[in-house]
């Protein structure tokens, strides 16, 4: 898997194919991207997944992008630890707008 480094995206635009925003419990979010074939997460400075903590810092982050396809993913260990079944093996992907509220 590649790794997106928040300082190589941060310095100017890029194009990205696929932007997917894996959202996890308590407003943690992170951001898996496809560029040119390559797919990674995005990672800080400090060398670690980089958390966004809300949709709109997310878009901020990346106003200055051109994204083709932008969808968000949610996974949690709810179900399976309240003793219901297993579930799916793939998450449902719902669409993310990139835009930025007026």
């Known amino acids: 898997m590649h790794?997106?480094?928040s300082r190589d995206i941060e310095k100017?635009?890029?194009?990205?194919?696929?932007?997917e925003v894996q959202s996890y419990e308590m407003n943690v979010?992170?951001?898996q991207l496809t560029i040119d074939g390559?797919?990674?997460?995005?990672?800080?400075?400090k060398d670690q997944p980089m958390r966004f903590y809300s949709a709109?810092?997310?878009r901020e982050f990346?106003?200055?992008c051109e994204v083709g396809?932008?969808?968000m993913t949610h996974d949690t260990p709810y179900d399976e630890m309240?003793?219901?079944p297993p579930k799916a093996k793939h998450s449902m992907a719902l669409p993310f707008s990139m835009d930025l509220p007026y």
Do not use: R
């Open 82 to 84: 309240i003793g219901n």
């Open 12 to 19: 100017g635009p890029l194009e990205i194919e696929n932007l």
């Open 29 to 31: 979010y992170l951001v």
């Open 3 to 5: 790794k997106f480094m």
């Open 62 to 64: 990346f106003a200055h």
């Open 69 to 71: 396809h932008s969808f």
């Open 38 to 45: 390559n797919t990674g997460l995005v990672f800080s400075d």
């Open 56 to 58: 709109g810092h997310i």
